[in-house]
């Protein structure tokens, strides 16, 4: 760790006393103006995001340098309407968005972004930044690149006097304050049994798989509907209620929630086959009880003659009062057990072929009897510049296996 070991992180086992920031001396006055240099060939560049062709650019080298999985099977496919929405919630900022160029071509080679976000970490407030979307082109790999890259938006938050973030990574790096595990209910069985991502137990017929999958075709809970900007009010206070048990949050204004739950204003009439976030709530004599959302992220998939993609979504945030009283745990299963199958029902009839969760937030509830199965990677959780206790992830330290009953206390999602 010859970079993480120089930076405000906890330490391998190290044990902290109290919680707060790591490094508190500092002010925007000591942070250097200028950048640090990059080899000659390259340049440092701000994305502008609101250019059609910088948003391209983007999307062309996260398209065929971002994250795969460990066989090299699929590739995140984010497009550049999902960071419409992803990389501009309200207060972005241009600075946070940082790339580098090959100066003599213009070509972008390597990419790092922030959104603002203010979290509560336990009773702590926290003014941060989001980091994502961290890729440096495959040919500029192990060249030590990705440090100047982190150092360089690091250097563009604290210029703006923000001296924490909160990022996600299946890395292993120094130290994760939580992790989690992935797990996936299939959809469309057959064509992920195709793609080689879900494989046929022994002993076990196609068919009988494709069966053990169906799903009715329409929803069950009374009075659900899709969200709409004007539910913003209601659900910010059902979804404050609910994640007061967690504690690692993001807050929202009112704005940031329409934002996260409606999509960006330019998306609202499209289908929801072709939006990127899509919400909805429970309304019952004139009052909202429960919501859920998904996003959908498509994968890419690699060398398969058959199919190119995959369209998945993943659980996003959701909220019910039935668990508010946080007496009984079994009314608040059923009731998300029932909530989260109907979003089952809404992305089936989506033509989504994967339905993707964390064992963060309430989900060990209900992973088991929606008939999630475990994922065999976890995503880990980090604060840069924060000392936090451990928090829990939704599985056991040891087994890794699916906890419901201590369940999670990260309540936010990362994209
Ligand atoms: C206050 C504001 C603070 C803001 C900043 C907060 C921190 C944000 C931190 C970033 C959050 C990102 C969140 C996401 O986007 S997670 C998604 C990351 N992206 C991908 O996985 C896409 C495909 N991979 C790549 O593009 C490259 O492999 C990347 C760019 C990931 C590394 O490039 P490369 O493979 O060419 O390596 P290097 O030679 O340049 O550098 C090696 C050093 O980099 C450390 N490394 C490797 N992978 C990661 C990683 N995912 N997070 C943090 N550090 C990482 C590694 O331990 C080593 O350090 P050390 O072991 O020597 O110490
Ligand atoms: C990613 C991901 C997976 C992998 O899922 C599949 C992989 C291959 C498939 F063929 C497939 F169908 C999957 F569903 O399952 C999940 C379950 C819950 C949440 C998940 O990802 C949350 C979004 C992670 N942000 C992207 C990212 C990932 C790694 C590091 N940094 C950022 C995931």
Redesign the pocket.
């Known amino acids: 760790?010859?970079?993480?070991?120089?930076?405000p992180?906890a330490k391998f086992d190290e044990k902290i006393d109290k919680e707060g920031p790591i490094d508190s001396l500092k002010t925007p006055a000591d942070i250097p103006d200028e950048p640090s240099p990059l080899l000659n060939d390259f340049e440092w560049v701000t994305i502008d995001l609101n250019k059609e062709d910088e948003m391209k650019q983007v999307e062309s080298l996260?398209y065929e340098?971002?994250?795969?999985d460990q066989d090299a099977t699929f590739r995140f496919a984010y497009s550049s309407r999902f960071f419409e929405w992803a990389l501009k919630p309200p207060g972005w900022r241009h600075e946070y968005h940082v790339g580098v160029r090959v100066r003599s071509t213009g070509k972008l080679v390597?990419f790092?972004?922030?959104i603002p976000s203010l979290l509560r970490v336990r009773n702590n407030k926290v003014p941060?930044?989001e980091?994502?979307?961290?890729?440096?082109?495959?040919k500029?790999?192990?060249?030590?690149?990705?440090?100047?890259?982190?150092?360089e938006?690091?250097r563009r938050?604290?210029k703006n006097d923000?001296?924490?973030?909160?990022?996600?990574?299946?890395?292993v790096?120094?130290t994760p304050v939580s992790t989690c595990r992935y797990t996936h209910r299939p959809l469309n069985w057959e064509k992920l049994y195709e793609v080689g991502f879900s494989s046929l137990p022994a002993g076990v017929t196609k068919s009988q798989m494709i069966a053990k999958y169906a799903l009715p075709s329409s929803t069950k809970t009374p009075g659900l509907r899709k969200m709409v900007p004007e539910d913003a009010a209601q659900v910010l206070e059902l979804y404050n209620k609910f994640q007061a048990k967690y504690d690692l949050v993001q807050e929202f204004t009112k704005d940031e929630l329409v934002h996260w739950l409606c999509g960006p204003d330019t998306q609202r009439d499209l289908e929801d086959k072709d939006k990127v976030i899509v919400s909805y709530v429970v309304e019952q004599d004139g009052k909202i009880t429960d919501f859920f959302s998904f996003y959908l992220l498509p994968f890419t998939v690699l060398n398969n003659s058959k199919y190119d993609r995959l369209n998945v979504a993943y659980l996003f945030y959701y909220a019910t009062d039935a668990g508010l009283d946080g007496k009984d745990d079994a009314v608040l299963a059923k009731r998300l057990s029932s909530l989260i199958g109907d979003a089952l029902v809404v992305t089936k009839n989506l033509k989504i072929d994967v339905f993707n969760a964390l064992t963060s937030q309430d989900n060990t509830l209900f992973l088991k009897d929606l008939k999630f199965g475990n994922g065999d990677a976890f995503l880990n959780f980090?604060l840069?510049?924060y000392k936090a206790f451990p928090i829990k992830g939704g599985i056991d330290p040891e087994t890794k296996e699916l906890d419901p009953v201590s369940r999670s206390g990260v309540g936010v999602v990362m994209l």
């Open positions: 760790y010859k970079f993480w070991k120089t930076q992180v996260l340098h971002y994250v795969e390597a790092i972004s922030g941060s930044v980091i994502n979307f961290l890729c440096i082109h495959k500029l790999r192990s060249k030590r690149l990705a440090p100047v890259l982190i150092k938006i690091t938050v604290n923000i001296w924490q973030a909160l990022y996600t990574s299946g890395a790096l120094p980090y840069f510049n």
